[in-house]
């Protein structure tokens, strides 16, 4: 019966509030069985609800210091950012840790921002933070806070299970998080569409993704991006 609603020869007027019950049952099995929820569950049926829209997309090549705190205005200005409370917060909490995720690239290397909600010294012990990469293909990137530093390893899912590949050594924690990814580690080339979201766990326990529903679309630039966004 739940299959049956989605036919294009029904519609309803509730259809987002049943799109997510309908996903929602579905993570319940997963759970009850103790088995990782399928990354593509949090991703809506309605294609319009997919990909999250910035409130300011990418206009070009960013270069950020890795360090961990806001160091010009003009590091992300050129990057595009998604304020966590307008795109749907945390699972369980009432309250998001994240206020913002800033996101933008150069010719090879996507760059990430958290900025969390309060600082991240006030964050719960064994606090950890993933960038989740659902396409082109299944990456994970796992940063894990050690007081201003931060390490981060870059694990690649074969056969259902998740293997380490590499450490990522641009990282940094103190202020904002920030971390900068080569796009040939995740295996995106020219014009690959990147789906993406960030989830914090607690305890080797998931408490908040960001974005709730549907993922963040990037799109591997072209030599020629800035030149095509020069006006």
Not at 10 to 20: A, I, L, N, P, Y
Not at 31 to 59: C, H, Q, W
Not at 174 to 191: G, R
């Amino acid at each position: 019966d739940l299959n049956w609603w989605f036919g294009d020869e029904h519609t309803t007027e509730t259809q987002e509030e049943f799109d997510e019950l309908f996903r929602l049952n579905l993570m319940k099995v997963y759970k009850l069985i103790g088995r990782e929820v399928p990354a593509n569950l949090f991703v809506p049926v309605l294609r319009e609800d997919r990909s999250i829209s910035p409130e300011i997309t990418i206009r070009g090549f960013i270069k950020p210091r890795i360090d961990g705190l806001v160091s010009s205005y003009y590091e992300w200005y050129q990057g595009a950012y998604l304020s966590v409370g307008k795109s749907g917060g945390s699972m369980h909490r009432a309250e998001s840790f994240i206020s913002y995720i800033y996101y933008g690239f150069d010719g090879d290397t996507l760059f990430l921002r958290i900025d969390p909600k309060v600082p991240f010294n006030e964050f719960p012990p064994e606090t950890t933070f993933s960038v989740n990469v659902a396409r082109p293909s299944g990456f994970r990137v796992k940063i894990t806070p050690k007081g201003n530093l931060a390490a981060a390893e870059l694990y690649e899912k074969k056969h259902e299970e998740w293997t380490k590949v590499k450490d990522i050594t641009e990282v940094a924690i103190q202020d904002i998080l920030e971390i900068a990814v080569p796009f040939k580690d995740i295996n995106s080339k020219e014009k690959d569409e990147i789906s993406l979201f960030v989830t914090i766990s607690k305890d080797g326990e998931e408490v908040e993704r960001c974005p709730w529903r549907g993922n963040i679309s990037i799109t591997v630039p072209t030599p020629d991006f800035e030149a095509m966004m020069w006006y």
